[in-house]
């Protein structure tokens, strides 16, 4: 409990930098584990963490090729919620959703989760319908979903001046009040922290170039750092999916994008709502205040494949518009920073976990932009998945050959409010 208290913050202030300890140790690769984990994001962490604390493996690595924390985990817009249209995806995002509340105390690290309520503005009465339906389906499959019509709105976000004159005016919005935000750095400290005192090893620049097969079968993994036995290896690199799974020989239905977002400078608490607004043809923007004051917020793709984590400006000034245009007080505040993540978009917008041909290789990608909410409800699952073996009933349908199959979760094409973030 020392992490919380007041008198600790002062201790450790008092003894300064010198005397803190990291948060996990700095490992160099063993010849041998019994699993691999590629990828030190927030969902290779979190296989790592669950497959020591609830599967009993211990002689486990996560392999990061650069640092913690340095891909989209870290990137992220923060936003998490389970407002989902496919009973697939809102069970999954429901079970994530209610792991967020007690993971702080699971992992004994101050998440800052916050419920605040994540609100999506419909801009025409199709998207007040589409927002209906979205919401009827969630409310049949028991999570919670309110239909706002435009004083409502007013009522609940504050900040927003729901009759100001604006190119696309808000005719109401869908409201999922236990949605909110997380602190996407602390997620990944948490789960290093806790899965290296679990005796996981996290093994920092140490980049994976290929897998070791033995008569056909998978016996490890090529790395940066040499080679390294493993039994099973977990695949949960994000945007470097698509990569790695073609110098495996393996092709996937995948296409690497940008997403950007950017955060103004801090002023005092005036937004403290999540707030998603769409416009009819195209172009959203959404926004959250952090906690240090900075509006966070994110809008489209840059449209293109590309692995650069580097996007186009373009793109972050029509953001900014859509922002401005939302929230006009806005308007006189400085752009602190913006920066790019690279998301590994699948057709239908839903996840790929599954173990790859019958082999000792399993997959966990696919997030599009949403796969920072997922965190902890993929952590678990992949871990079960390559602990045991076979998927649990939660992620059977996330499975690869669907794609073959025409067994589709088409949540981006299910009208025009996508589930995004
Ligand atoms: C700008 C932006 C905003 C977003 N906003 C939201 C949001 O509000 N809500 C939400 O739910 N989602 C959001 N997302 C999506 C979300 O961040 C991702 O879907 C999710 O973080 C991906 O999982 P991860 O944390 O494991 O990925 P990452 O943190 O990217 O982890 C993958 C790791 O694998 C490593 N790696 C890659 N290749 C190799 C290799 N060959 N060997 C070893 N390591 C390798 C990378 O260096 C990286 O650290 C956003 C994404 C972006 C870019």
């Known amino acids: ?13 008092i003894r300064g930098p010198r005397a803190w300890q990291p948060l996990w140790e700095r490992r160099a690769p063993e010849a041998a584990y019994d699993v691999v984990i590629v990828g030190g994001g927030g969902h290779g962490l979190a296989t790592a963490y669950h497959l020591a604390r609830h599967f009993g493996l211990r002689r486990v690595a996560v392999l990061e090729r650069t640092l913690i924390g340095y891909g989209n985990v870290g990137r992220n817009t923060t936003i998490v919620r389970s407002n989902y249209l496919l009973p697939e995806n809102q069970h999954f995002y429901e079970d994530a959703l209610r792991r967020w509340r007690s993971l702080g105390r699971e992992l004994n690290y101050n998440i800052m989760f916050s419920p605040r309520g994540v609100l999506d503005l419909a801009t025409s009465d199709d998207q007040l319908a589409a927002c209906a339906r979205r919401g009827n389906a969630m409310r049949l499959a028991g999570i919670d979903a309110e239909l706002l019509d435009r004083a409502a709105v007013g009522r609940f976000a504050r900040a927003l001046d729901c009759g100001a004159v604006r190119q696309f005016p808000i005719h109401g919005g869908l409201l999922q009040r236990r949605g909110g935000t997380v602190r996407h750095d602390a997620v990944a400290w948490g789960y290093a922290r806790a899965a290296a005192r679990l005796g996981v090893h996290i093994i920092e620049q140490c980049e994976v170039l290929g897998v070791v097969r033995v008569a056909g079968r998978i016996a490890g993994v090529e790395t940066s750092r040499g080679t390294i036995a493993a039994e099973r290896v977990g695949i949960a690199v994000a945007g470097g999916t698509a990569e790695l799974a073609r110098r495996l020989g393996i092709a996937l239905p995948l296409e690497t994008h940008l997403l950007q977002a950017g955060v103004t400078e801090p002023v005092k608490p005036m937004l403290d709502r999540v707030l998603i607004y769409m416009f009819p043809h195209g172009g959203e923007v959404y926004v959250s205040q952090s906690d240090r004051g900075g509006l966070v917020f994110g809008g489209m793709l ?83 998945l390559i602990a045991r073996g076979r998927a649990s009933e939660l992620i059977r349908a996330f499975r690869l050959s669907r794609f073959a199959s025409g067994h589709l979760l088409d949540e981006s094409g299910a009208g025009p409010f996508p589930s995004r973030q």
């Open 1 to 13: 409990m020392g992490a919380y208290s007041a008198f600790g913050l002062l201790r450790e202030a």
């Open 302 to 384: 840059d449209g293109y494949p590309s692995m650069t984590q580097r996007g186009e400006i373009t793109r972050v000034r029509d953001v900014a518009a859509a922002l401005t245009s939302l929230l006009p007080q806005v308007k006189q505040l400085r752009l602190l920073r913006h920066w790019a993540g690279m998301n590994d978009m699948t057709m239908d917008g839903s996840p790929i976990i599954d173990r790859i041909g019958g082999d000792e290789l399993y997959l966990n990608g696919g997030w599009c932009y949403g796969g920072f909410k997922a965190t902890p409800a993929s952590g678990y699952a992949f871990a079960e």
